[in-house]
T-cell receptor, first 112, second 115 residues
Framework: AQSVTQPDIHITVSEGASLELRCNYS??????LFWYVQSPGQGLQLLLK??????LVQGIKGFEAEFKRSQSSFNLRKPSVHWSDAAEYFC??????????FGKGTRLHILP | KAGVTQTPRYLIKTRGQQVTLSCSPI?????VSWYQQTPGQGLQFLFE???????NKGNFPGRFSGRQFSNSRSEMNVSTLELGDSALYLC??????????????FGPGTRLTVL
């Protein structure tokens, strides 16, 4: 069965520091992968998605993610975080039956 | 273009009651999906509607049901509410159903509290 694991429930980084959020997936075929962000009291906003091609994907708000098939990973990165990046981040995989399976999320805290 | 709207934003019910939540997709979008979000289980897929037909269903009991109207607006209904139904219910719309590659746009959600 398809699954998504986000190993870190909470991550705290200082403003201006670099960020990497981890995501591992389990899926038999070529996955469709997504990263979403959810601010408090808000719905989810798509940051970026990977379907095929270049394994380094650029998204909105300065985020990028790299698909590594050998590691079944799709980690999200940002070179320098801003206080406004504090939110919850969800990795998701598009499953073969057209459903999207979400990870449990990583809550990002930013230190001033 | 207006985003996905969900009404009401907050709802408080008691056990045993039923509730109806509404979702208006982005204009032109014909697919509407519903998700339940809880701290323990995270985001779980409820069902998806396209052209007034349910295309996909998650692993939820029959107390959870939905429908879609000809204008693509969707409602979900939960009957005989249980405490565990307290959650944020998110609606997402997309242009094409059955295409995982099609971007889903989420509404702000309806926060349901069951007392």
């Amino acid at each position: 069965a398809q699954s998504v694991t986000q190993p870190d429930i909470h991550i705290t980084v200082s403003e201006g520091a670099s960020l990497e959020l981890r995501c591992n997936y389990s899926y038999g075929a070529t996955p469709y992968l997504f990263w979403y962000v959810q601010s408090p009291g808000q719905g989810l906003q798509l940051l970026l998605k990977y379907f095929s091609g270049d394994t380094l994907v650029q998204g909105i708000k300065g985020f990028e993610a790299e698909f590594k098939r050998s590691q079944s990973s799709f980690n999200l990165r940002k070179p320098s975080v801003h206080w406004s990046d504090a939110a919850e981040y969800f990795c998701a995989v598009g499953a073969g039956d057209d459903k999207i399976i979400f990870g449990k999320g990583t809550r990002l805290h930013i230190l001033p | 273009k207006a985003g996905v709207t969900q009404t009401p934003r907050y709802l408080i019910k008691t056990r045993g009651q039923q509730v109806t939540l509404s979702c208006s997709p982005i204009s032109g979008h014909r697919s509407v999906s519903w998700y339940q979000q809880t701290p323990g289980q995270g985001l779980q897929f409820l069902f998806e509607y396209f052209s007034e037909t349910q295309r996909n269903k998650g692993n939820f009991p029959g107390r959870f049901s939905g429908r879609q109207f000809s204008n693509s607006r969707s409602e979900m209904n939960v009957s005989t509410l249980e405490l565990g139904d307290s959650a944020l219910y998110l609606c997402a719309s997309s242009f094409i159903a059955g295409e995982v590659t099609d971007t889903q746009y989420f509404g702000p959600g309806t926060r349901l509290t069951v007392l």
